[in-house]
């Protein structure tokens, strides 16, 4: 069974950075595109960003382009979300996802394993 455990949130100030990490462990974790997604109080859940089972193409939502930096590492089945520059907006609880079929993309539905998530509070 494929399990996602994200760390690293926490309550920081407007500018400052936060990285989170996504453990993942069961399945075959090179082949999964795995993306970060968020979801504020009283918001729907929205894509944050996805990376390819390679990591050699990454999609941003517009939000946060060049703001966060993802990246993994399949020796360790760990993905991070680095994020930089936060602001007040950015905060919500956030969510790692992995697709076992590769694909990924910014839709939920093509993702199979979810984490519990991560709180982020961003301070003005």
């Known amino acids: 069974q494929v399990q996602l455990v994200e760390s690293g949130g926490g309550l920081v100030q407007a500018g400052d950075s936060l990285r989170l990490s996504c453990a993942v462990s069961?399945?075959?974790?090179?082949?999964?595109?795995v993306a970060w997604f968020r979801q504020a109080p009283g918001k729907e859940r929205e894509f944050v960003v996805a990376?390819?089972?390679?990591?050699?193409?990454?999609t941003y939502a517009e939000s946060v382009e060049g703001r966060f930096t993802i990246s993994r590492d399949n020796a360790k089945n760990m993905v991070y979300l680095q994020m930089n520059s936060l602001k007040p907006e950015d905060t919500a609880v956030y969510y790692c996802?992995?697709?076992?079929?590769?694909?990924?993309?910014?839709?939920?539905?093509?993702?199979?394993?979810w984490g519990q998530g991560t709180q982020v509070t961003v301070s003005s």
């Open positions: 996802a992995a697709d076992p079929l590769g694909g990924g993309g910014r839709a939920k539905a093509s993702y199979n394993y």
């Open positions: 069961g399945g075959t974790f090179s082949a999964y595109a």
């Open positions: 990376i390819s089972w390679r990591g050699g193409s990454t």
